[in-house]
Structures are given as C-alpha cells and as structure tokens.
C-alpha cells in the first residue's frame, strides 16, 4: 500500500516563496485532494459508521486508504444530558502525498512512458549525413493528462498558464554530458528533437 499522509479538518495556508530554489520549491509542494462526506460517532468515541460523496469520482487508492484507517480513527464522545450518545456530523478530509509517493507515481509514470514507447514507430532519414547511422538518440516529450473519473478531459489553451513545479531530473548512464545540455520541459508535444543537434545558446534567455 502506498504511503499517504492523512490530514483531518486541515486548514491551508499559502504564501510566497522567495529566492528559493527548484529543490526548496518541491520540498514545500504537495499533491492533496479535498474529500467530504459525513460520519457517525458512537457513544464511547469510536467510528460507527461514515459516508463518502461521490465516492465513484475519488481514485481507488483514497477510498481504500480511508477504509483501511477510519476503522480507528477516535473521538471525544458527544455527551447530552450527562449521557454519551452517538453523534453525526459532516466529515471533510485533506489526503495529502508525501514525497514518498512522489517518487512512487514518478516510476509509474515513467514506466508507462516506456510501455508506450515500445509501440511506437518513426520514420528515419533517408538522405543527408544520419541516414547512415545505425540508430538515433532523440528526445520525445511525453505528457500525462490527468482528469476526474467520469469528467471530460480539459482542453489545454495555447498561451495559457500551468502550475509547473521542477521535478528531479535523472540522466541515464549511457547519455554523454555533451549531448544532455537543454531542457526537455521546452520540447513541444508531439515533436522529436535529436540530441546534440540544433541550435545551441550560449547566452542566458534574458539576454543579460
């Protein structure tokens, strides 16, 4: 089971981070999902009974993780008229991923990205100086799209914003420095981009 981190009745609190970089950033990142429901307490404080809304829209892995912890969750039992009686109330949870499920879901993604890639085909050169090699080191940008169970898939805008947040970025042992420079975050969907070949800038984007 993947390790979750469960947060109950959490209050959230934003601010801004300056001058910290790409590490700082993901160490104060998290993924979390808002879940609401209801729940019934009995009279010693134990869990009787709760209720997920719209539990067939929340990823397997939440339910089951609630399922498996709510069994022990206590409370201070409600009391009325001097006697502890069972109480109802609305329930509102913050799943949160700890960064070891970071790690995890970027090597379930990472293999799913190779997955794919073994089914794909290119279209070599035919003519020119590379068409006489015998194989081809390329970048293929590859995007997830991650959408509600049940919802249409968001259209991405051209010019839009999205959050983005660096991740770990691990080069494989065969690759030369050389040939690594450049950031694959820039590639475009759906183009190929040989390693080592193309324009190289020698200046920092902001032209300073």
Not at 125 to 139: E, F, I, Y
Not at 170 to 186: L, Q, V, Y
């Amino acid at each position: 089971m993947k390790r979750w981190l469960l947060g109950l009745f959490c209050l959230l609190l934003s601010g801004a981070a300056l001058a910290a970089g790409p590490r700082a950033v993901r160490e104060r990142v998290q993924a979390s999902m808002l879940v609401t429901g209801s729940i019934t307490v009995a009279p010693d404080g134990g869990m009787k009974s709760y209720v997920l809304d719209h539990p067939e829209q929340l990823p397997a892995p939440v339910v089951t993780l609630i399922a498996q912890n709510a069994p022990r969750w206590r409370f201070q039992p409600v009391i009325r008229d001097r006697v502890a009686v069972s109480a109802k109330a609305p329930m509102s949870l913050r799943i949160v991923a700890s960064d070891v499920d970071m790690r995890h879901w970027r090597t379930v993604l990472a293999r799913a990205a190779l997955n794919a890639t073994r089914h794909w085909t290119f279209v070599p050169p035919t003519s020119g100086p590379d068409a006489a090699k015998s194989s081809w080191l390329v970048r293929v940008p590859i995007t997830f799209h991650l959408s509600e169970r049940g919802h249409p898939e968001a259209v991405e805008k051209y010019g839009s914003w999205h959050a983005y947040v660096p991740g770990p970025r691990n080069t494989p042992p065969w690759m030369h420095e050389r040939s690594s420079s450049g950031s694959a975050d820039a590639l475009a969907t759906g183009g190929v981009a040989e390693v080592g070949k193309g324009l190289r800038l020698i200046t920092p984007l902001n032209g300073a």
